[in-house]
């Protein structure tokens, strides 16, 4: 069972947006920091964005600007909003967590596929 289950993805247009969402059972309690990856067709998978555990959020400097990670302790839900797409945003997306003891994991989820066509 993995730990992580990602949603949201879908086809777009270049310049719409989307919200991804990872539900990730007790990363709240275990105080662990939570990352966006994707990984664009034949490629490998690249950082995107990353939430401290202190909160502080972290961005590759292609998405600076354009994509927001936040999150919903309540639900142990992290959001990674994606404003004005572009087509080499495409790939399947991935959340991981991150930090010391529970939260340092080597299981992914299955992600979920964006696609953007210009």
């Known amino acids: 069972q993995v730990h992580v289950v990602e949603s949201g993805g879908g086809p777009v247009q270049a310049g719409a947006s989307l919200r991804l969402s990872c539900t990730a059972p007790?990363?709240?309690?275990?105080?662990?920091?939570m990352f966006w990856y994707r990984r664009p067709a034949g490629q490998r998978r690249e950082y995107v964005s990353s939430l401290s555990t202190g909160g502080l959020p972290s961005y590759a400097d292609s998405v600076k600007g354009r994509f927001t990670i936040s999150k919903d302790k309540a639900t142990d839900t992290v959001y990674l909003q994606m404003d004005s797409l572009k087509p080499e945003d495409a790939g399947v997306y991935f959340c991981?967590?991150?930090?010391?003891?529970?939260?340092?994991?080597?299981?992914w989820g299955q992600g979920t596929q964006v696609t953007v066509s210009s």
């Open positions: 007790g990363f709240t309690s275990n105080r662990c920091a």
């Open positions: 991981q967590t991150g930090g010391d003891g529970w939260c340092l994991r080597n299981d």
